[in-house]
């Protein structure tokens, strides 16, 4: 379906700023089997504590990479990425970070010189478009630096690309004009950025130029509707929200007080149906519930009812995502389990990458393990219930390989 137009509304938020300088960063080639990639029906995966971005082939054959392993927290890989989405024949990906202490990243010490020495996280703090060779074509953050102010972040957890409605070029070679939607789960807000680097808009945080300040805890998405509408993962408030521009919230699943017993814990994603449900991903719940327009429970999937399941002291395996693909299946981010699985509506594991409550780390094959707490998982070509990078088919054809 085309996306939806929309206007910018506060254009005079931040002074522009240089475009990142082209770089090429973390990319390990796939030995000659890279002639699948960018192939509808293929998986893009944010193999968050393997510091990677890989898209896999349905039997589950890594046709390209992008991040240098569980090893590597340096500017060559994507550090703890939670978020990636094909543009085209781009790749649109967040650097979250990592926290110290993380029992799936042992290696994330406050040893490693490239990090301030009193603190023993792994921050990236990045929003990266690549190219198919791993050439960083745009940047929005700067690395290891956490920050609200101009060109920094704190914690992006997701990316959106947001269709233009009008023929600007975007300035930068190779990339076809856009804004960007990111999710700055630290500090509190969803901003709209623009190529050049100027935010357009902010919900939430704490800047003077953010509509709604304050009303976010902890978010961790935000995707654009065809009504013009944001919809939003509020998560540590246990709510999905959609606001319009100028903030008004017009629509919420949940109370938004996280003292209260809400029907869903730890909002870690959601997104709008053709029909107009709502498909979230109640992660403390270990739980994909779908509602209607009446807020009833249509349909639900639980993560955690093998006797294997990673239980984490209690806490679950915590699912990260769920994509409804237009073949009616559910494609599940099943984080703490390290596997993607894609479920029927009957809820029958139809196909796995990675291997249940079995972490790795593999540059060749996901189809039986080497999957390392997955944060997010989408089909390629299939962007059912999630904001569209382009207004038209021609649009994305002219950004195939």
Not at 72 to 95: C, E, H, K, P, Y
Not at 319 to 331: I, K
Request: proline share 7%; glycine share 10%.
């Amino acid at each position: 379906m085309p996306g939806p137009r929309f206007k910018i509304f506060h254009s005079f938020l931040m002074p522009a700023l240089l475009v990142a300088s082209v770089v090429t960063l973390g990319f390990i080639p796939t030995n000659g089997e890279d002639d699948s990639f960018n192939r509808p029906g293929n998986t893009l995966i944010a193999d968050q504590f393997n510091n990677r971005v890989i898209e896999v082939s349905p039997n589950g054959r890594i046709v390209w990479q992008f991040g240098l392993g569980p090893g590597d927290f340096s500017a060559n890989s994507i550090i703890g990425t939670n978020d990636a989405q094909r543009v085209g024949a781009l790749t649109l990906m967040a650097g979250t970070g990592t926290p110290g202490g993380q029992p799936e990243a042992p290696n994330c010490t406050n040893a490693n010189p490239e990090f301030n020495p009193n603190t023993n996280s792994c921050p990236d703090n990045r929003v990266m478009l690549v190219n198919r060779a791993g050439v960083i074509l745009w940047q929005y953050g700067t690395f290891g630096v956490v920050g609200s102010g101009p060109n920094q972040l704190s914690t992006p957890v997701q990316n959106t690309w947001l269709p233009r409605d009008d023929d600007e070029a975007s300035g930068v070679p190779g990339v076809p004009p856009g804004h960007v939607l990111i999710t700055d789960q630290s500090n509190a807000r969803i901003i709209e950025v623009t190529l050049d680097k100027r935010i357009v808009w902010c919900f939430g945080g704490t800047d003077a130029f953010c509509v709604a300040p304050g009303q976010l805890n902890n978010p961790n998405c935000a995707e654009l509707l065809k009504n013009g509408h944001i919809l939003i993962c509020d998560e540590n408030n246990n709510r999905a929200i959609e606001v319009t521009r100028d903030g008004q919230i017009v629509w919420q699943y949940g109370s938004g007080d996280p003292n209260v017993n809400d029907p869903v814990s730890g909002v870690a994603f959601a997104s709008r149906l053709e029909n107009g449900d709502t498909l979230i991903t109640d992660s403390n719940h270990a739980r994909i519930v779908e509602i209607d327009g009446g807020k009833n429970v249509v349909w639900e999937y639980l993560t955690n009812t093998d006797p294997n399941s990673n239980q984490r002291g209690g806490t679950g395996p915590l699912p990260t995502r769920a994509l409804r693909l237009s073949n009616g299946n559910t494609l599940i981010s099943d984080q703490y389990n390290h596997r993607v699985i894609e479920v029927n509506h009957d809820k029958q594991i139809v196909r796995t990458f990675g291997s249940l409550n079995s972490l790795g780390y593999d540059t060749h094959s996901v189809a039986g393990g080497g999957l390392n707490s997955p944060y997010d998982a989408k089909r390629i070509g299939d962007y059912t219930g999630i904001t569209p990078p382009f207004d038209n088919e021609s649009d994305a054809d002219n950004n195939q390989p």
